[in-house]
């Protein structure tokens, strides 16, 4: 039996005090399997910081919408009449329904609930109740859909459940705009596949992130990463809301043929693509996304919690409105080569969850090549400072304890 108590390891009353992991031990295994701080998680993370649903151009006509379903929250953005974007809770007034099914489609003119058919305008105000007479007066924008917070930024559609400390979308990545801005992401549209959502997998959500987090694995675990830039890739992550990572291209002829002719696809774009650096440049925007520009096109993905021991990858694909051969072609092998790591990726995820299970499991060690994943538990430590208890707290007190920590106690 072991455990890590700060930065005191105990095997076996075998105790180590100047143990050479101090500052690299990640976070104690069970911070990966506690339903209690998942929930302080849901509330603390996922509900008060900024979501992607989408791109505007994934509801170009007027009633097209987009739902996100997010730790028992659901958002509804949708087009209308005037071309306005607008974000709702997804949630009938009348007993809560959701007034849209699907993750997509089209609301013709009048979003309907499909429970009792109340009705409400595409700018959320409600239209009416079905049998109105036997309802009291229902006065139209106090009935109305319950708005959600949202922001558009570069063209992509965040919302945020609840008030949050993280400032606006645009302010959170200024410093990264003369970088993005080049890509013309505004302008981009989806690339025909939707927006996708893997089956869950028995995982705690931060394991995603663990291998996500680092490219000291490429190396080993991902041939076609490593092929496309593992030489030249680096984690600049400090600790704040939005990390950058950069895979500059390898100057050595890539040996894959997916790689290779990525490679060659990418040197025959045509101006302005072809000014775009030769590199995939990662955003990750604390807590659980990242927004990815690649010279073809650009990518986003979010981990989506299903459950203290469940977590999907939600996420979509842009490319320009019009595409030379030679940008088709780039976009669908980059397409590739991405897919490859993600089914990669996957059993890394598994591994990582698994180990807190074993009884031999007694923490882990960081390279400085695992900065990334340094800096974002830093990050979650700031807001989530039980995470630094070697043990669970005791069963019912992770709330108040968290709050107690914050607060200096
Ligand atoms: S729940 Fe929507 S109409 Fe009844
Ligand atoms: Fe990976």
């Not at 997804?90 to 003119?109: F, Q, Y």
């Not at 030489?231 to 704040?240: C, L, M, R, T």
């Not at 775009?276 to 650009?298: E, K």
């Amino acid at each position: 039996m072991s455990s890590v108590k700060g930065d005191a390891v105990t095997v076996s009353g075998d105790s180590r005090p100047n143990d050479i992991r101090e500052g690299r031990e990640g976070l104690p295994g069970w911070t990966y399997t506690n339903a209690e701080l998942f929930d302080l998680e849901c509330d603390t993370l996922f509900r008060r910081h900024w979501q992607i649903v989408g791109h505007v151009n994934d509801i170009p006509e007027t009633g097209d919408y987009l739902t996100l379903d997010l730790v028992g929250e659901r958002a509804l953005v949708v087009r209308d009449r005037k071309g306005n974007i607008n974000a709702f809770h997804n949630l009938c007034r009348h007993r809560a329904s959701r007034v849209v099914a699907g993750e997509r489609g089209n609301c013709p003119g009048v979003i309907t609930c499909p429970f009792h058919a109340w009705s409400y305008e595409l700018d959320g105000r409600l239209r009416g109740a079905a049998q109105a007479a036997t309802f009291p007066a229902l006065d139209k924008d106090e009935w109305g859909l319950k708005p959600i917070e949202m922001e558009i930024w570069h063209g992509l559609i965040f919302v945020r459940f609840q008030e949050g400390p993280q400032p606006s979308v645009a302010e959170l990545f200024a410093e990264h705009e003369a970088e993005v801005s080049p890509y013309l992401l505004d302008d981009m549209v989806p690339d025909g596949n939707g927006i996708y959502l893997t089956d869950p997998i028995d995982i705690n959500w931060k394991s995603s992130r663990d291998v996500d987090n680092e490219g000291y694995h490429v190396a080993m675990a991902h041939p076609g990463l490593h092929d496309l830039y593992g030489q030249n890739y680096v984690d600049e992550a400090g600790v704040g809301d939005v990390s950058r990572s950069i895979g500059h291209f390898n100057t050595a002829p890539p040996r894959l043929w997916s790689v290779k002719n990525y490679r060659k696809m990418v040197d025959a774009l045509d101006a302005p693509w072809s000014a775009l650096p030769n590199s995939w440049v990662y955003m990750g925007l604390y807590p659980n996304t990242v927004v990815a520009i690649y010279p073809d096109s650009v990518i986003f993905y979010q981990d989506i919690p299903r459950g203290v021991l469940s977590s999907s990858v939600r996420g979509g694909v842009y490319r320009r409105r019009e595409e030379s051969r030679a940008l088709k072609a780039a976009r669908y092998l980059s397409g590739r080569i991405d897919n490859t790591t993600i089914e990669e990726d996957l059993m890394l995820m598994v591994w990582s969850q698994e180990a807190v299970y074993s009884s031999g499991y007694d923490g882990i060690i960081l390279s400085d090549l695992e900065r990334g994943v340094r800096a974002y538990h830093d990050r979650l430590r700031q807001d989530l400072p039980v995470l630094n208890d070697g043990e669970a707290p005791q069963a019912g007190t992770i709330h108040d304890r968290n709050a107690d920590l914050l607060k200096g106690g």
